[in-house]
Antibody, heavy 124, light 110 residues
Framework: QVQLQESGPGLVKPSQTLSLTCTVS??????????WNWIRQPAGKGLEWIGRVYSSGSTNYNPSLKSRVAISVDRSKNQFSLRLSSVTATDTAVYYC????????????????WGQGTMVTVSS | QSALTQPPSASGSPGQSVTISCTGTNSDIGGYNFVSWYQQHPGKAPKLMIYEVSKRPSGVPDRFSGSKSGNTASLTISGLQAEDEADYYC??????????FGGGTKLTVL
């Protein structure tokens, strides 16, 4: 059973860079059958897709965040990571990592397995 | 403001059916069959209930069904149960290679 687990600082200062890691257990991040995503949710609000990475390292980002986001994969550690620069209070949210399957050579564009989420607060 | 529009609330009695709508544009829901629906209980991560408009992942009860007409997708829950009370979010792929969500619908089982 594949599981995802987010980790990283729960408090980040304004203007600094938010860094989170998602560890994949029970399966290989290199299998080629999945995209690995980051999604966030401010308290009491809806979901926002941040971006994704494939095992090859290729990425896609939400256009509204693209200038500040970098997602990378570390196949040796079975992990993928998020870096969000120049953060402000509006970046305060629960951050989820999630898996998006590929089947028959195309993408579901849906998230079938999620981590439990990690709360990140941007405050001085 | 979310890219996809959902009603903020919906309700139904146990055993009844309820339908939640999700309205987008020709650039998202209307242009692609990559609509998905998620159930989220308080303090929990979302759970995938429907993908590609009407497909159910393994383990999701067949009481949950999805459909699409034009720029509007719908999630129908039949035979409502108490445990169905949750927030529901729709999502769609878009022409700008983006993924967008609706604002969420809080479902109350009366």
């Amino acid at each position: 059973q594949v599981q995802l687990q987010e980790s990283g600082p729960g408090l980040v200062k304004p203007s600094q860079t938010l860094s989170l890691t998602c560890t994949v257990s029970g399966g290989s991040i290199s299998s080629g059958n999945y995209y690995w995503n980051w999604i966030r949710q401010p308290a009491g609000k809806g979901l926002e897709w941040i971006g994704r990475v494939y095992s090859s390292g290729s990425t896609n980002y939400n256009p509204s965040l693209k200038s500040r986001v970098a997602i990378s994969v570390d196949r040796s550690k079975n992990q993928f990571s998020l870096r969000l620069s120049s953060v402000t209070a509006t970046d305060t949210a629960v951050y989820y990592c999630a898996r998006d399957p590929r089947a028959g050579g195309y993408d579901w564009y849906a998230f079938d397995i999620w981590g439990q989420g990690t709360m990140v607060t941007v405050s001085s | 403001q979310s890219a996809l529009t959902q009603p903020p609330s919906a309700s139904g009695s146990p055993g009844q059916s309820v339908t939640i709508s999700c309205t987008g544009t020709n650039s998202d829901i209307g242009g692609y069959n990559f609509v998905s629906w998620y159930q989220q209980h308080p303090g929990k991560a979302p759970k995938l209930m429907i993908y590609e408009v009407s497909k159910r992942p393994s383990g999701v009860p067949d009481r949950f069904s999805g459909s699409k007409s034009g720029n509007t997708a719908s999630l129908t829950i039949s035979g409502l149960q108490a445990e169905d009370e949750a927030d529901y979010y729709c999502s769609s792929y878009t022409s700008s290679n983006n993924l967008v969500f609706g604002g969420g619908t809080k479902l109350t089982v009366l």
